[in-house]
């Protein structure tokens, strides 16, 4: 447009003039100096804003991507149960062990906590039923300070808990005529500094400060168990100003996937499994819905076009798994509507299309249009859905013309600086105000820069590791389209065989430099995609295809194993390993050598004692990223000098 | 891979659409193929564009579609492929930029003061918000010191990868 040249002309002017020593420059250069330098920030900003934006679509386009994992492996269960006459004796055993916990949680358990000793050693909280206020300060103290409850203390809250919420209806009914306003928060998934830093901003919990908690308080998150014991020692002190909704991931399968499981039985190693149970029973009891005035409809997914609140009052809520398809198996086709009910309402995303039509991202609950959320809200009376379930960059988001509010209170849900945080107030006017916060590890504020850098570098990360797990099927896809064995593919080549074989709607080429090299030409080595990656210990009998294919299972298979393995021990026998393996690669149609998976089952029992430690086992299929020191695991790995 | 000169053209252009699309894509937030008349700016600066304000306004003018606030990509492709392939909004040279700091430099300290800076990236050139204002001083300023070293400031921002 010729500004460009117009400034290089009044620059070199600058230069003579500066030459003959004369003072300050005019007031019209100055100007365009600082229209030239506010271009090139905007610019810079501008891709800035651009990499968020892509790094966000990655974190979302693998969080949904393993969502739709779930739905494999729930669909492995009924393949099995189908299958079981086949088992040669073994089905059934290993299919009740499957089963097993989902016992009906109405029963009580004989929980003999008041046996377990609390030794004089122990130092943290005692608390003692009813709770009083200094066992909640207690409790805060103590997990500031890094602190783990005691067993015996948490068995008794959670049966405290269990008791309680036995007497409480599938949808509470909440008033504000008692209080100045009602505070309701989103998913925190484990954030205990997000948790404490809401009771920092809002107050802790009390009858002047009575909260909504709207469900998925555990996984992901490394501190879930602390926050599940602080949200349930406020129930029981404070019942009437305390409310709790179920979310999705007050689930057992979704806690072996997604990690609370594990933290329990890392936390607590000898009760852990009783304490898992009771969980499990207190999850299933949470009430699904608050209605605020009868106007303000409050539940952790959304609703479907078959929504009927008083059939959701009337159903019993306890006797559904908030698993889909694990119910189908277990639950009659009588109650198959009460489940869907459930199901719809702990799993549906809002979306923008007009319907309601299946959630194939999630495998469970529906996408509702506006017009679902309108008939619903007409139907009943109310004005206002507030949900959660899908992390947003500012903690919050309106669609539907404003009718639904998503809600998410685990800032840096992704990494560091990815999102805010935050949480909704709203007193008798019924107008929701929204409050943002963001959890920072350090004092100093980071730049923009900074942040979008270091969550742009996790993502890529991730992403990097999906093609690793496909490594065979995208080389597949290159070779289509280099018969000749060059090494290398045109840009859109490439991109069109990553779209087709990770099906993660991403701007390929954008994220090109970041995966993969180009020649000199302008073509892509796609080899280069996997030169980053490496295996973690690099086990010889282990053919490439065997690993790739458990390392893009390892989460499943870490899930099969830790249900085998009963008594959480980290061991299983060779037998059931062999079996299970053998059955979860007959369902995916994977054809792996029965010998190979026998030498791996000797090689991996390093003790020659018949059970494998399938910890270990499944390091040997992580992934380790060669170049990237930040990776915790790489320099102990660098040591052992073991790389093929 | 050989290709005629033919073809080069022809995927040239078509890996131009695709990153248009892809700029375009990232703000289509109801996945309809409009994007809001104010996320305009920051599509074009990311595909590697300088327009000045006066320049956005031309070119919104062009796409925009009567005033409704929205941009279709069916107007918005054909325009920017056109400044694309004609180089319309360069690149400023790093020399360049660093002669425009120098020039407010004016006591030629080698640095800036975020008072100074502050004047006159608000007052001096085209309007500023002060949200931009407070972003810059934190992500230029030196640590320590709490003063901008354009020098480095201007080779840090250039290290990231080029698209």
Known sequence: MGCGTSVATETQGKRVERDEAVQTPGPALTMKAAVLIQRWYRRYMARLEMRRRYTWNIFQSIEYAGEQDQLQLSSFFSFMLDNFTQLNGNGPDLISQLLDPVVDPWLDREICYSLILVPESYSGPRLSFPLSVSDTNALLAA????????????????????????????????????????????????????????????????????YVFNGDFVDRGK????????????????????????????????????????????????????????????????????????????????????????????????????????????????????????????WSDPKIQEGCSPNTFRGGGCYFGPDVTQRLLLQHGLQLLIRSHECKQEGYELCHGGQVITIFSASNYYEEGSNRGAYIKVGRELVPRFYQYQVSRTTRKLTL???????????????????????????????????????????????????????LDLPWRTLRPHLARLAPDGSVEYQ????????????????????????????????????IDKDHSGLISIEEFRHTWRLFSAHLGVAIDDSAIDDLARSIDFNKDGSIDFTEFLEAFRVVHKLDSKDPHLSEKMSRKKYS | MAESNNQSAETKLSDVHKRIKAAFETFDNAANNTVDVREI????????????????????????????????????????????????????????????????????????????????????????????????LTGLADHERNVIYYKDVINQLAIDPDM
């Open chain 1, 143 to 210: 997990f500031k300070e890094q602190q783990t409850l005691h067993a015996r203390y948490v068995l008794q809250l959670l049966y405290e808990t269990k008791k309680l919420l036995k007497q409480m209806p599938n949808i509470i009914h909440l008033s504000t005529s008692y209080t100045k306003e009602i505070t309701i928060c989103g998913d925190l998934h484990g954030r205990l500094d997000d948790l404490l830093l809401i009771f920092y901003k809002n107050g802790l919990p009390s009858a002047e400060t009575p």
């Open chain 1, 223 to 346: 501190k879930s168990v602390e926050v599940v014991i602080l949200l349930f020692a406020y129930l029981l002190l404070y019942p009437d100003n305390m409310h709790l909704n179920r979310g999705n991931h007050e689930d057992y399968i979704m806690n072996l996937r997604y990690g609370f499981t594990k933290e329990v039985m890392q936390k607590y190693k000898t009760h852990g499994q009783e304490i898992l149970q009771l969980f499990q029973d207190v999850f299933s009891l949470l009430p699904v819905a608050t209605v605020i005035d009868g106007k303000i409809l409050i539940v952790h997914g959304g609703i479907s076009d078959q929504t009927n609140l008083d059939f959701l009052s009337s159903i019993e809520r306890h006797k559904v798994s908030g698993n889909n398809q694990l119910c189908l198996i277990v639950v009659h086709l009588i109650e198959c509507f009460h489940l869907e009910q459930i199901v719809d309402v702990l």
């Open chain 1, 449 to 503: 820069t900074q942040r979008v850098r270091a969550a742009e570098g996790s993502a890529l990360r991730a992403l990097k590791e999906k093609l690793f797990a496909h490594r065979s099927e995208l080389m597949c896809g290159f070779q289509e389209y280099d018969q000749n064995y060059t090494g290398r593919v045109s840009v859109s080549e490439w991109a069109l065989v990553l779209e087709a074989v990770l099906r």
């Open chain 1, 528 to 563: 280069s995609c996997f030169e980053d990656m490496g295996p973690g210990i690099p086990l010889p009998q282990v053919t490439s295809n065997l690993a790739e294919t458990l390392f893009r299972y390892r989460t499943d298979i870490e899930i099969i194993f830790n249900i």
């Open chain 2, 41 to 136: 700016g920051t599509i074009i600066y990311s595909l590697g564009c300088f327009p000045s304000q006066a320049d956005l306004h031309d070119f919104i003018a062009e796409v925009e579609e009567d005033h409704s606030g929205y941009i279709h990509l069916d107007r918005f492709l054909p325009a920017m492929t056109k400044v694309l392939l004609e180089h319309k909004f360069p690149p400023i040279p790093k020399d360049l930029l660093l002669q425009a700091f120098e020039v407010l430099d004016k006591d030629n300290k080698g640095y800036l003061e975020p008072e100074e800076l502050t004047k006159y990236m608000t007052q001096e050139g085209e309007p500023f918000t002060q949200e931009e204002m407070e972003e810059m």
